[in-house]
């Protein structure tokens, strides 16, 4: 039996105490010190859930490119540098950059991951070929090849996904969108978007299209972000994502209207997928939030918004959790065995 000591994050806060765990299961939970000397002291909290990412374009942090400042020039479909960069990409180079993107997240401690992927069912199996063998779960959001609703096409990708992640609502045509999300939801399959990035948009066209989540909303509203949270719906930051593009989330207002917030790293080509250090990132840069209010933005609430099914800790448990130092929240202890 081995142990470790601290706070632990629990869905009511920390509580002093220590897990035992033996084998590939966590089968003590005590509020008590442990009888034997512990191999890691700190905040013990749940593995973490990136809920954000964009690992199809990691190849790009291995060229020497200086990347535009502008979301649009970058980013935005279907001519943005980054799809551009896809298309002349070998389907090999795609996926090598994204087994190291992979990597970086397992090694990190994250255990779940949702990525928006583009390029159609090709992007799909592209994706699905670089998860072969890692123990990390995805979560992935499919993306049509054309910027249109196309029935076989949906069908063929809700078949292979876990759902529909599009960017924002300025880039489709909106019946587009409304017949894409509508089939998504027959499938019971997630629906979400990038919504109010760079420029505000129709916040109540974007909930009537029903989405499980948003990205961004960095240029949101007061009175957008109160509809967002009548309805309820989460939203993902990518606080040094927006960073590079001299954007800024208004943190305090997010906080004010009280909507559940996740935290994603966004596109692999501008940080490595490290959730961890995105959250370290934003605790230096605002202090809008508590400790346990961050930590939850990477733990309990995607795996809530995100309907994971994952055994946190607890007797008997599958017990995937990590230990970080109290100070500087950095990475001191492991402990991670996925189901799959």
Known sequence: MQ?????????????????????????????????????AQGFIVPTFVNAHTHIGDSFVRRKNIELPRNAEELVA???GLKHRLLRKAS?????????????????????????????????VYQLQNALKNKKINSMVLSRPWQMRYDKKELELLLKN?????????SDWEY???????????????????????????????????????LVHMVSATESDLARVKEENTPVIICP???????????????????????????????????????????????????TQ????????????????????????SYGNFVVLNRGSLELVYIFKKNKR
């Open 77 to 79: 479909p279907p001519n």
């Open 240 to 290: 040094r994502s927006n960073a590079f593009f001299n954007l800024k989330t208004n943190l305090k207002l997010m906080k004010k209207t009280g909507i559940d917030l996740m935290l994603g790293t966004d596109n692999a080509m501008l940080n490595v997928p490290n959730v961890l250090e995105e959250l370290i990132y934003l605790k230096n840069s605002t202090s809008a939030f508590s």
């Open 161 to 169: 996904s876990d759902g529909i992640g599009l960017s924002s609502i």
């Open 3 to 39: 142990y470790v000591k601290g706070d632990i994050l629990t869905q009511d806060g920390f509580k002093k105490g220590y897990l035992g765990f033996e084998g590939y299961k966590v089968v003590e939970l005590s509020k008590r010190s442990p009888p034997e000397k512990p191999v």
């Open 293 to 316: 209010e961050l930590l939850n933005m990477i733990t309990y609430t995607p795996r809530k918004a995100l309907n994971l099914d994952d055994c946190i800790h607890g007797p008997t």
């Open 91 to 123: 389907e090999k180079e795609i996926i090598d950059g994204m087994k190291s993107s992979v990597n970086e997240m397992i090694e990190a401690g994250t255990s779940h991951f949702c990525d928006f992927r583009e390029d159609g069912i090709d992007g």
């Open 175 to 213: 019946s587009e969108i409304e017949k894409i999300t509508k089939h998504a939801k027959h499938e019971k399959k997630i629906f979400a978007l990038h919504a109010s990035e760079a420029v505000r948009e129709d916040i109540d066209l974007i909930l009537d299209l029903k989405p499980d989540f």
